[in-house]
């Protein structure tokens, strides 16, 4: 089994799953309590039902997002680590959007928004060999892309793209939002050389 812990996105959310099959996801309901406060209750209850001794690797998604929440995930990531001795892997939600894009889309280009807690949003625009045409950055709700958009006909993000907000996305032809857990599943980190790391940066690209 794998535990991966997202509290990057808009809703944060932790998943238990094994062979690419969900056993357990809990999502974190902010209301007025804290993330950190709210995701150890989940996980508390979560291991009154399932046998959390038998997890055998901890992903985490590294950013970029609110650096608070970010925080939050990593420390829970490296506690579960330290507690089930198990190995412990981060991986970006740049990286993990890109790997669904060279899956399920054949356009030479792609822009990825990340939608994140306390209004913080994330931009990068990459080709489909994985290299940023537009390095990673924070962006505001105002913001405009320069290039020919016709370069970059899709825009793939991790919460519904309000295009009243994101008066950019308009200009897409093609929009699509999935779950960022609902990704990891498929990634085989072995195979794309996700190596066990005992540090893990919080990425937070800064707006330009």
């Known amino acids: 089994m794998i535990i991966f812990i997202d509290t990057v996105s808009i809703k944060p959310r932790f998943i238990i799953y094994n062979n690419k099959n969900i056993i357990n996801r809990q999502t974190i309901h902010l209301n007025n309590n804290s993330i950190s406060e709210t995701i150890i209750k989940k996980l508390i209850a979560v291991s009154k039902k399932i046998n959390i001794s038998l997890v055998q690797k901890i992903c985490v998604c590294s950013g970029p997002g609110s650096y608070t929440a970010l925080r939050i995930g990593i420390a829970m990531a490296v506690g579960l680590k330290n507690s089930l001795n198990v190995p412990i892997y981060g991986i970006s939600a740049f990286d993990i959007f890109l790997h669904y894009f060279k899956l399920k889309f054949k356009y030479k280009n792609v822009c990825i928004l990340i939608q994140s807690t306390n209004?913080?949003?994330?931009?990068?625009?990459?080709?489909?060999?994985?290299?940023?045409?537009?390095?990673?950055?924070?962006?505001?709700?105002?913001?405009?892309?320069?290039?020919?958009?016709?370069?970059?006909?899709?825009?793939?993000?991790?919460?519904?793209?309000?295009?009243?907000?994101?008066?950019?996305?308009?200009?897409?032809?093609?929009?699509?939002?999935?779950?960022?857990?609902?990704?990891?599943?498929?990634?085989?980190?072995?195979?794309?050389?996700?190596?066990?790391?005992?540090?893990?940066?919080?990425?937070?690209?800064?707006?330009?």
């Open 119 to 208: 209004d913080q949003n994330f931009l990068g625009i990459y080709n489909n060999n994985r290299s940023a045409i537009t390095e990673p950055q924070k962006i505001d709700y105002n913001y405009q892309i320069s290039s020919n958009i016709d370069e970059y006909p899709l825009l793939i993000s991790n919460y519904t793209v309000d295009k009243k907000k994101f008066e950019f996305a308009n200009k897409f032809k093609i929009i699509r939002h999935i779950d960022i857990d609902k990704i990891v599943i498929n990634i085989d980190f072995d195979k794309l050389n996700y190596n066990e790391t005992k540090l893990i940066n919080p990425i937070y690209p800064v707006k330009k």
